[in-house]
DNA sequence: TTTAATGTCTCTAGCAACTAGAGGTTCAAG
DNA sequence: CTTGAACCTCTAGTTGCTAGAGACATTAAA
């Protein structure tokens, strides 16, 4: 059985983190040793990390939820977290999208700078002049991904 | 003179979100008609262009804080803005590159699904097994950008 | 001119996904 | 046996907003 702190340098996730992700459901609540300690089994290390990978390739804590409730009733059918999956590439892409365009015009911007004083400076001006700005702008530009 | 909701439509920034830049000092305290309504000029306007476009860019409102005083006072060297545009394209391009990687990681999740129970989806597999992930994990993995 | 609809006001509370700190208890090493 | 690290619970803070309540202002139509 490992403690609250071994669990979270074996996993990678922070001790506070742990008992947050216990405290909204996401971590079973943990066995105690008789002084009140957490302690944890291969299961919760299991699950654990998993929650890590899926956060780490940008899923929510909501859609980790989903996954993990299909993943507990392993004989459904694949394609729900199939879905999910399909789901998350699509907000990656269209963040790809974005973050590319958001990198050409940080690149104009720092190439125009004049390197005199801000009087002439092009980055405060692309960022106040939308003629300048050169790629489109929509309403869902900054998404929670 | 402009209403908040005018405002609020020709600036492409809701109309609580101006309340809120004023609240935290972004835009200055608007003029008042005479029944305590917020009423602006075309330099406020400017200046929530400005923070649209920065917040576009990917922008925190730290930042953007810093670039207004910049312009506040357009005397100084353009280093300071310069610096600030850098600093973000090594944030953008460091996000660019791990997203990059968590697409392909998607598509391979995808691409394994055998489309029959989770008990034979790779979907769950590859994020609960570490050795299939097939991208290094480190601790900036999920930055503020 | 009245009335209805819309817009605006302030204020509080909430969201994700944690992080930080206070103040106290338990554990493991020397 | 003592010391110091690790643990406990609890509250409150973070960023960048968003949503709602309940009241006042403004505008357009009837």
Do not use: W
Request: aromatic share 4%; glycine share 6%.
């Amino acid at each position: 059985m490992l403690t609250i702190g071994k669990l979270s340098k074996t996993a990678g996730v922070k001790v506070p983190t742990i008992r947050y992700y216990e405290e909204i459901g996401l971590l079973p609540e943990a066995e105690r040793s008789a002084g009140n300690q957490r302690l944890y089994g291969s299961a919760t290390m299991d699950r654990l990390t998993f929650i890590r990978h899926a956060r780490e390739l940008g899923f929510t804590l909501e859609a980790i939820r989903d996954l993990l409730s299909l993943s507990d009733t392993p004989d459904q059918s694949c394609a729900a977290a199939d879905q999910l999956a399909k789901a998350q590439l699509v907000a990656v892409r269209d963040r790809l999208a974005r973050l590319r365009a958001l990198e050409v015009e940080l690149e104009r911007m720092i190439a125009q700078c004049a390197h005199g004083t801000i009087a002439d400076c092009r980055v405060i001006e692309v960022l106040g002049n939308h003629d300048l700005c050169g790629h489109a702008h929509n309403a869902s530009d900054h998404p929670s991904l």
